[in-house]
């Protein structure tokens, strides 16, 4: 295994002290007084949630379930919280890191993507509530250190966030610049796999004239050797922010960022060996660091977005935000894709293909709250206009394979393998890193759109607050166009009108526990269209969900409980005449139904001890009566920490273990994926009020196993155990 551990240590200690002295230069330069009463006495706007309303790994409000800051026992819907202080023990480092101990969650795209699927669906990722995603980097566009707190929301959202996918949304709130404070925090983390990684993190404020002003800036470098499926990786980060209080009621908020990724990939290191049945084993007898690609494959993006926010206290009662986005990203994928195996069952066949994809966007938002009594009634209404307008160019390279370059049996009896054979049990090195004899253009697309949004959310409370009844209904009228530009053929072109809407109600039974009811919808425009032009219906997510939330003894028994069901229905399959269905038709005929159950519980009644706990069970009903692929039968996770010190706790160990049950590795159920038990822990040591220590270990017994799969050949394998050590210094 190539080891650059060295030469990245020197790159990373050169970038924390450079980091350093830009966050120590940017404190002397300030020159600001010390926060006055007044600013100190800023308050948090209603779009915001303070960490000062945590309890430990215990948050009582969220943003994304309303889009302003709500009481969680007043929100009825499936909501889980992950706060800084659980990120930070847990030592994540990426959204599926943090969300790993939540019911239901299950990765579906490999370690090094921020993509998986809650309660069987895919989630749509957002950040402060707005979409921000591309069709290469699946989520991984927002680091985690940019990011204050991660909400995800179960089940249908479109009432807040528009087209979603039914198993709901993952919302990153990101870090803002904070009015009336002066501080830096600096980490270094070092661990297995040459993992070096720095963040800086200094917040500086003071006066512009006469008006407050704040200024924050967050930077990270990381590298890694090797990673379970992704390796030689490296990635830098910065985004300055700057705060302006132009008025005691208008606040200005301005972050531009800039990201640059670059890492080897392997697409896969597991697949299954003929016969392709149930009966077929994993290659789990290969070597754990396999790499079918060789040297070749490579995954390069750059990240470029402005975000800007102007908010308005028009009154005590009225609050407007103008939010404005624009973000350009620009992708380089090389893939080595693996194939099936030959008959002899020990000769692979491989794909070989490069995809160049521009993606940017720009969104214009305006929300408008509104607090007011209405007789014995509380009242919030939230009205909201969004526009959205995504534009993507992006072409594909593949190989072409030539006469006397064997690559399969027959010689062009499979016209997906372009790249020579290998032994998987004997691989021959200089036929891992052969690239194609030929290369040719095989796509070039360019596609654009626009949604535009309209929607009332309103949130009564009545009956002394004891029942609380949250409803909405939205617009939305999507418009798209794409083009297949080496045949000039309209890959995608419509228009689509849908409304969707949410109704639910939470009554409290006593202080800090309510029972709730939700019933919410969303929606996917299908813009293709069938060989004779005929168009489809979008396809529509609903949930109907009950259960209980608790928020008791000031946060030390909280959580959520309960049971769901989801209809996801319109589903776009081939025709079921085989006649049309060679000819490229396809219906609207198929839908699929999940029944489940869901808890995510925080327990913090003995001093100093925290437990989380959560579980999951599904049951899934598709036309065909499959399973769908991916999705385990049970999900469950245990974290339990211990502070040591009685009131000034000085040092914390914690022991964690998951469990995924059993799921199928393909559509066809053909592959199943056993059940697992993975442990962590982890153990953090204040050595002063400035510095902490932390170490993790994840997956501590180091267990070998296949985590998500995308069909038999592309089977991704667990994260290996790994040590990590950080340091945080706060001044």
């Keep these: ?115 998986f699927i809650v309660n069987g669906y895919g989630v ?29 929301i179960k089940g249908p959202s479109a009432v807040l966030y528009g087209s979603t996918n039914p198993g709901g949304n993952v919302n990153r709130v990101t870090k803002k610049p904070m009015f009336g404070r002066t501080a830096t925090d600096l980490e270094a983390t070092v661990g297995e796999g040459g993992l070096v990684r720095g963040v800086v993190d200094t917040n500086q404020s003071g006066k512009l004239g006469t008006t407050p002003v704040a200024a924050r800036v967050i930077g990270s470098f990381e590298h890694y050797d090797q990673y379970a499926n992704f390796g030689d990786s490296y990635s830098y980060f910065i985004a300055p922010m700057f705060s302006w209080r132009i ?147 992006s072409y594909t390279i593949t190989g072409r394979k030539t006469t006397g370059q064997k690559t399969s049996l027959g010689e062009g009896s499979n016209t997906t393998s372009n790249l020579p054979l290998i032994n998987v049990f004997n691989p021959d090195p200089a036929a891992l890193n052969a690239g194609p004899d030929q290369k040719f253009m095989s796509a070039f697309t360019e596609a654009s759109g626009a949604i535009t949004s309209a929607s009332v959310n309103h949130m009564l409370q009545m009956f002394h607050s004891k029942v609380i009844v949250n409803g909405g209904i939205r617009f939305d009228h999507t418009e798209s166009a794409g083009t297949n530009k080496l045949t000039n053929v309209v890959t995608s072109s419509g228009k689509n ?3 969707t809407k949410r109704i639910g109600a939470a009554y409290k039974a006593l202080p800090g526990l309510s029972f709730f009811y939700n019933y919410s919808e969303t929606f996917t425009p299908q813009l293709g269209v069938n060989p004779d032009g005929t168009g489809f219906k979008p396809t529509e997510g609903k949930i109907s969900e009950g259960g209980f939330k608790a928020d008791l003894m000031e946060g030390r028994i909280s959580g959520t409980a309960s049971l769901f069901t989801v209809v996801n229905k319109n589903l776009v399959v081939a025709d079921p005449d085989p006649i049309r269905a060679s000819a490229g038709f396809r219906s609207q005929s198929a839908k699929d139904t999940l029944d489940g159950v869901q808890f995510d519980l925080h327990f913090d009644v003995v001093r100093n001890l925290q437990v989380l706990t959560s579980y999951s069970h599904l049951t899934s009903k598709t036309n065909n009566g499959l399973r769908v692929r991916d999705v385990p039968n ?66 501590v017994f180091d267990k070998y196993y296949a985590d998500s799969s995308v069909n038999r050949n592309l089977i991704f394998a667990g994260p290996e155990r790994r040590l990590r050590i950080t340091a945080e210094y706060r001044f």
Aim: net charge neutral; proline share 4%; hydrophobic share 35%.
């Design 1 to 115: 295994m190539k080891n650059t551990t060295s030469p990245s240590r020197r790159i990373f200690w050169r970038s924390l002290f450079w980091l350093g002295v830009t966050g120590a230069s940017a404190g002397l330069q300030a020159q600001s007084a010390p926060a006055t009463k007044n600013e100190e006495a800023i308050q948090l706007s209603a779009f915001e949630v303070s960490e000062s309303q945590d309890h430990g790994y215990s948050s009582t409000n969220a943003v994304s379930g309303t889009r302003f800051s709500t009481p969680l026992v007043n929100i009825p819907q499936s909501i889980v919280v992950l706060n800084q202080e659980f990120m930070k023990d847990i030592g994540a480092i990426s959204t599926v890191e943090a969300a790993q101990y939540v019911s239901g969650v299950a990765t579906t795209a490999g370690p090094n993507r921020d993509v």
């Design 124 to 152: 749509t990722v957002t950040t402060d509530g707005f979409q921000d995603d591309t069709s290469q980097g699946q989520g991984l566009t927002t680091p985690l250190e940019m990011v204050d707190r991660v909400e995800i």
């Design 247 to 393: 008025t005691p009621n208008t606040t200005l908020q301005v972050t531009p960022s800039y990201l640059d990724r670059n890492y080897h990939k392997k697409f896969a290191t597991l697949f299954q060996f003929r016969p392709y049945n149930l009966s077929g084993p994993l290659s789990f007898q290969l070597p754990r660091d396999v790499d079918w690609g060789g040297d070749s494959p490579r995954e390069k993006f750059l990240v470029r977005r402005l975000y800007a926010q102007l908010e308005h206290v028009v009154s005590d009662h009225w609050t407007l935000r103008l939010t404005g986005i624009r973000k350009y990203v620009s992708e380089y994928v090389t893939d080595v894709i693996p194939r099936d195996l030959l008959t002899d069952n020990q000769t692979m066949q491989r794909t070989w293909r490069q995809i160049y994809a521009d993606d940017n966007y720009k969104i214009a938002a305006l929300d408008s709250l509104m607090k007011y009594d209405l007789g014995p009634t509380t009242n919030q209404t939230l009205i909201a206009a969004q526009y959205y307008s995504p534009e993507s160019t």
């Design 497 to 499: 009108n849908h409304y």
């Design 634 to 699: 049970e999900t469950a996770a245990a974290l339990a920490s211990y502070a040591f010190g009685g009131t000034d706790p000085k040092f914390k160990v914690g022991l964690g273990a998951r469990y995924k049950g059993d799921r199928f590795g393909t559509t066809d159920n053909a592959l199943l994926m056993s059940s697992v038990i993975v442990w962590d822990a982890f153990a953090n040591y204040q050595v002063s009020k400035q510095l902490v220590l932390r170490l993790n270990c994840t997956n």
